[in-house]
């Protein structure tokens, strides 16, 4: 039966979809695209509680602050550790969609949540993003959205594989039939690769440096395998010893001996994951590949060294970063499929 104020209310409003990661934030809304991409961080005053600034603003403050304002990150590991900041961010970045965009407040939104969260950890999105303005909310499994994201064919009988290095945990699936076959999730992913650098300076330089410095380092040059030129960069911090600054170039060499560790995590998350795939699924991985996706995986050379351990293709899609929330937009378009694949918290779980 036709609904008019249904399909009224259809036409001024908009659904989104967010990924709401450990340490960016992504949200897209049906039909414009990819509108917000900033840092998932909040920085308060410590005895009031007053936000002060919200993304990318408050990334600038990281470290920065004085005695009376704090800098958090909402989520660690990929699951939500202060609510009250979460549910904050996610009413900023909502309400900036929607006076970006014009649309209608109370949004349906899908997010995507981590394999293998608990109940607890799922209710806690769910609530995050009703308080926050959502009329309706809806959880996806990342890899799900990822892989829809990444353009597999995920409905297929046909097996898929993704690996997403996102910023606290690394989740890696086969996908076949819209359903995840095999999993693991680790909490090792970019936020400890900057962790791994910040340990080492410490430890090698007696140098103390800050995490987002670490982030620039990584970035700048860091990498999984052996490069043709390696390369030279500078970390800045205080001397442990004098409390001064000082100043200790490093070279790409080092930070990947920093990093040895927690790479070798992630090669071995995901050859286990591919040991305990069935024979037929592993045989179309091997003629297909695999999806790398997330930021962590834009880290030089990990693609290649993932190709050497596992003997398989490897290969990153067209924007990375992006494959999770472009995903849950495209699951809004099929409303039938994300019914299907939800994972709501058996507290709202939908008849």
Not at 52 to 79: C, F, S, Y
Not at 119 to 144: F, Q, S, T
Not at 214 to 237: D, M, N, W
């Amino acid at each position: 039966m036709f609904d008019p104020i249904g399909a009224l209310l259809g036409l001024f409003s908009h659904d989104v979809g967010i990924d709401l990661g450990t340490a960016n934030t992504q949200v897209l809304v049906r039909g414009k695209g990819i509108v917000v991409d900033e840092p998932s961080a909040v920085t308060l005053h410590r005895r009031t509680k007053k936000v002060l600034a919200i993304g990318a603003e408050a990334k600038q403050m990281v470290g920065r602050t004085p005695a009376n304002v704090v800098a958090v990150r909402p989520l660690a590991d990929g699951v939500i550790s202060d609510f009250d900041a979460a549910e904050r961010m996610l009413r900023y970045f909502i309400t900036k969609v929607h006076q970006q965009t014009g649309m209608v407040p109370r949004p349906r939104v899908v997010l995507g949540v981590p394999v293998g969260v608990t109940d607890v950890e799922k209710m806690a999105v769910y609530d995050a993003a009703r308080n926050a303005g959502a009329r309706e909310a809806h959880l996806i499994e990342e890899p799900i959205a990822a892989a829809i994201g990444a353009g597999l064919p995920i409905v297929e009988p046909v097996g898929s594989m993704i690996v997403d290095v996102g910023g606290g945990t690394t989740e890696v699936a086969v996908i076949s039939l819209g359903g995840i076959v095999v999993s693991r999730s680790i909490r090792v992913a970019g936020d400890e690769l900057d962790q791994d650098i910040v340990t080492y300076a410490r430890q090698k330089y007696n140098l103390l440096i800050g995490d987002w410095l670490a982030e620039e380092v990584k970035i700048a040059a860091g990498s999984a395998i052996a490069l043709p030129r390696e390369k030279v960069i500078s970390l800045r911090g205080r001397d442990v010893v004098t409390g001064l600054p000082r100043s200790v170039d490093v070279s790409s060499v080092e930070l990947r001996e920093a990093m040895a560790g927690s790479i070798n995590q992630i090669v071995d998350a995901v050859r286990a994951t591919i040991e305990d795939t069935p024979p037929e699924l592993v045989a179309d991985l091997d003629e297909h590949g695999i999806a790398l996706i997330g930021g962590g995986s834009l880290l030089t050379g990990l693609d290649e060294r993932l190709s050497r351990e596992t003997r398989m293709r490897v290969y990153r899609p067209s924007s990375p970063r992006s494959c999770v929330v472009r995903g849950t937009g495209e699951a809004l378009e099929e409303l039938g499929f994300l019914e299907a694949v939800e994972v709501l918290p058996r507290r709202v779980q939908r008849v």
